[in-house]
Nanobody, 115 residues
Framework: QVQLVESGGGLVQPGGTLRLSCTFS????????MGWYRQAPGKQRELVAA???????DYADSVKGRFTCSRDNAKNTVDLQMNSLKPEDTAVYYC?????????WGQGTQVTVSS
């Protein structure tokens, strides 16, 4: 059974930084594509960033150049470094693991960007 636990959310001022971390519990972390999604109030959940087992990344246009996704296959973790945060980045951020064995979500962590 796969479990994902996010951490690192909080309140930050515009222009600030946050680093989210997702810890994967279970087996075969390496085979999963890991992703970060977010959902703002009244909006659909959207993909923010994804990273393959080999480290290839993909980003939503809205975060390119500001967010960086990385993974540590030895520690079973995936991080999202968020720089130059904007109020429109405010959302609940979710970690997702997707692969041939299934898809799993974390419980989410709140990120609020406000002065």
């Amino acid at each position: 059974q796969v479990q994902l636990v996010e951490s690192g959310g909080g309140l930050v001022q515009p222009g600030g930084t946050l680093r989210l971390s997702c810890t994967f519990s279970g087996s075969s972390f390496r085979i999963y594509v890991m992703g970060w999604y977010r959902q703002a109030p009244g909006k659909q959940r959207e993909l923010v960033a994804a990273i393959t087992s080999s480290g290839r990344t993909d980003y939503a246009d809205s975060v390119k150049g500001r967010f960086t996704c990385s993974r540590d296959n030895a520690k079973n973790t995936v991080d999202l470094q968020m720089n130059s945060l904007k109020p429109e980045d405010t959302a609940v951020y979710y970690c997702r693991a997707h692969g041939a064995l299934g898809a799993y979500w974390g419980q989410g962590t709140q990120v609020t960007v406000s002065s």
